[in-house]
């Protein structure tokens, strides 16, 4: 995964509540296995119509609305059953932050455990970047060491992340990466293992 310390980008709007996971990727599509290639089934239901056609009237089909890194959406965002597929879409999409004023427990900590970051806000300062975000160009910077949020015009924000998930975005780290750094030691007690046997 790919880490960042600051990350400069367009906000979207997505101003819909208790989005589900099964709307964020359906479950025809969880038929594979890799965490690729989910990001052209990403809301799917939404972006399309029933012909296949892009749909006009869908925030992310939007001209305006393309190439964004940063989603913002209303609250209890990611709700529904577990499954980690959504926040996969969602990053092979192209996001690595969501705004919300809440998101559902599991889905959060999927987000944190595939390089998403998942930003909690008071629901009026999310009112207010969502109608900034409904006009183009809307751009904010996200600084995730100083855990703070600005957009050049006068607004600031500041988040919370728990110490061992910033480390682990800032760096790029999965928790199988995290092991692997303990490789050597790893070995050494396998060797020390076999000797006793």
Same mark, same amino acid.
């Given at each position: 995964?790919?880490? =960042? ?6 906000a979207i709007a ?13 479950? *025809? ?18 972006? %399309? ?8 009237? =869908? ?8 190439? &964004?890194?940063?989603? !913002? &959406? ?13 926040? #996969? ?9 969501i705004i919300a004023?809440?998101? &559902? ?15 909690? @806000?008071? &629901? ?15 751009? @904010? ?11 050049? *015009? ?5 988040? =919370? !992340?728990?110490?061992? #998930?910033?480390?682990? @975005? ?10 692997? *750094? ?6 050494? %007690? ?8």
């Amino acid at each position: 995964m790919d880490g =960042f310390k600051t990350l400069h980008g367009k906000a979207i709007a997505l101003d819909r509540a208790n989005v589900d996971t099964d709307q964020i990727i359906p479950k *025809q599509f969880l038929k594979r296995i890799e965490k690729t290639g989910f990001g052209q089934f990403l809301f799917y239901d939404w972006r %399309f119509t029933k012909e296949g056609e892009p749909n006009p009237d =869908f925030e992310l089909n939007r001209k305006e609305n393309q190439g &964004a890194p940063i989603l !913002i &959406a209303n609250e209890n965002f990611g709700c529904g059953s577990s499954r980690e597929h959504a926040p #996969w879409a969602l990053g092979d999409y192209g996001f690595k932050v969501i705004i919300a004023p809440s998101f &559902a427990d599991i889905f959060h900590q999927n987000c944190l455990k595939n390089g998403l970051l998942p930003i909690s @806000l008071p &629901a009026e300062t999310v009112d207010y970047l969502l109608e900034r975000a409904k006009n183009q160009p809307y751009e @904010l910077k996200v600084d995730l060491e100083n855990e703070c949020i600005e957009d050049g *015009q006068g607004f600031t924000a500041k988040f =919370f !992340i728990n110490d061992y #998930w910033k480390k682990m @975005l800032i760096n790029g780290w999965d928790e199988i990466e995290i092991t692997l *750094q303990l490789e050597d030691h790893i070995g050494n %007690f396998e060797r020390k293992e076999i000797v006793r046997q």
